[in-house]
C-alpha cells in the first residue's frame, strides 16, 4: 500500500524534474541561437538563403520526432497514443501555428520587406528592441483568453517587472526615442507581439489538447506542415537563386550548426509547452536574452551597462515572485 501512495509523488517528481530539463535546455539553445546567427553572417549580409535554412530547421525536427517515434515504437509497441494515423479534426489545427511561426521567422530575418519598412520607418532600431517586450505582455493576456488559466495578482506583477526588466537592459542613450514613436509604430510592435504571442498560446493549446497524445507525434504533424509553408516560402521568396546557385549555397559549418540549434530549439520550446506552459518559455527567453549579453562580452566586445545590470536584478526577481506562486485554473 505504501509503494501504492507512493506512485504519484514519484510521478510528480518526475515530472518535475523533466520540466526544469527542458527549461534549462531550452535556456542554453536560446542563449546560443542569437550568436550562431551573428557568426552566420559574412559582412553583416546571409551569403545562404535564409527559406532554405528555415526549411532545413523544419525537416531535422520532422525528422528527429519520427526517430523518437521509431524507438518507442521499438520499445513499447504502436498505442493508439503514438501512432502517426489520425483524423482530419485533429491536423486540421496545425497549419495554423505553423504558418504563424514562418510569418515569425520571416519578420525575424527582414524578409518581409513591407512590414519591415514600415516599422524602421516609424521606429529606430534600439526603441525596436524594446517595443518587442510587449510580447512579453500579450502572451500573458492571450494565456488567460485562450488557455482559461488565471494568472496570480503576484505574477501579474511579476510579469511587468520582467517586461520592465528585459527593457531596462536593452536601454542605451538613444532608447528614449520609443517615448516619441507615433502611434503606427506602436500599432506594428503591438501587431507583431500579438503574433508571436498567439502562436505559442495556440500551438501550447492544440498540444494540451490530447494530454496523453505523445509529443512526438503532435510534433511530427506541426513540423509537416511548417515544411510545407516553407517550401512555400522558397518558391515564392528565393526560387531564382536556389535554381541558379543552388539549395546549399552560401552554406558553412557555422551555418549547419544554427540550423541544428534551431532544431533543437524547436522541439524544446514544443516540450516546454507540453510539460509547463508559454509563461515558463517567456521566463526561458528572457534569461536567455542575458546569458547570450554576458557570452558576447567575451565573444564580440560588447560591453555591459549599468542599464544591464539592473535589468539583470529585475528579472530575477521577476522570476523569483512567479516561481513563488502557482496560477489558478
Known amino acids: 500500500m505504501a509503494a501504492i501512495g507512493a506512485m504519484p509523488e514519484i510521478n510528480s517528481l518526475r515530472q518535475k524534474s523533466r520540466k526544469s530539463f527542458v527549461t534549462l535546455l531550452l535556456t542554453i539553445l536560446t542563449s546560443s541561437q542569437s550568436i550562431l546567427i551573428v557568426w552566420s553572417k559574412r559582412a553583416g549580409k546571409y551569403e545562404y538563403s535564409v527559406t532554405t535554412a528555415n526549411f532545413l530547421v523544419e525537416a531535422l525536427k520532422c525528422a528527429l520526432s519520427l526517430a523518437a517515434l521509431v524507438r518507442i515504437w521499438r520499445k513499447d509497441g504502436v498505442t493508439d497514443d503514438n501512432r502517426l494515423s489520425t483524423t482530419w479534426d485533429e491536423v486540421k489545427v496545425y497549419p495554423i501555428p505553423a504558418a504563424l511561426y514562418l510569418v515569425k521567422n520571416l519578420l525575424q530575418a527582414g524578409l518581409d520587406f513591407f512590414l519591415q519598412y514600415y516599422i524602421f520607418a516609424y521606429v529606430d532600431a534600439p526603441g525596436y528592441q524594446i517595443l518587442k517586450n510587449l510580447n512579453i505582455i500579450s502572451t500573458g493576456v492571450l ?79 506541426l513540423y509537416v506542415f511548417g515544411m510545407i509553408f516553407n517550401a512555400f516560402a522558397i518558391m515564392t521568396q528565393d526560387f531564382d537563386a536556389v535554381m541558379n546557385d543552388g539549395f546549399f549555397h552560401g552554406y558553412s559549418l557555422i551555418t549547419v550548426l544554427m540550423i541544428l540549434n534551431h532544431a533543437l530549439s524547436g522541439i524544446a520550446v514544443s516540450m516546454v509547452m507540453k510539460y509547463a506552459d508559454n509563461i515558463v518559455k517567456v521566463y526561458s527567453t528572457s534569461v536567455a536574452m542575458l546569458l547570450t549579453a554576458v557570452v558576447s562580452v567575451f565573444l564580440f566586445g560588447f560591453h555591459l551597462s549599468l542599464a544591464f545590470f539592473l535589468g539583470s536584478i529585475v528579472v530575477s526577481v521577476a522570476i523569483y515572485l512567479h516561481s513563488t506562486n502557482k496560477a489558478r485554473r
Request: charge should be positive; glycine fraction near 6%; hydrophobic fraction near 50%.
Open 143 to 221: 494565456y488567460q483568453i485562450i488557455l482559461k488559466r488565471k494568472l496570480t495578482e503576484i505574477q501579474w506583477a511579476a510579469f511587468i517587472l520582467l517586461c520592465a526588466g528585459c527593457t531596462t537592459a536593452q536601454l542605451n542613450p538613444s532608447s528614449d526615442h520609443v517615448l516619441q514613436t507615433p502611434l503606427q509604430g506602436w500599432v506594428m510592435a503591438i501587431v507583431m507581439a500579438l503574433l508571436s504571442g498567439f502562436a505559442g498560446v495556440y500551438t501550447e493549446a492544440i498540444i494540451k489538447k490530447r494530454p496523453s497524445r505523445n509529443i512526438n507525434v503532435q510534433n511530427f504533424w
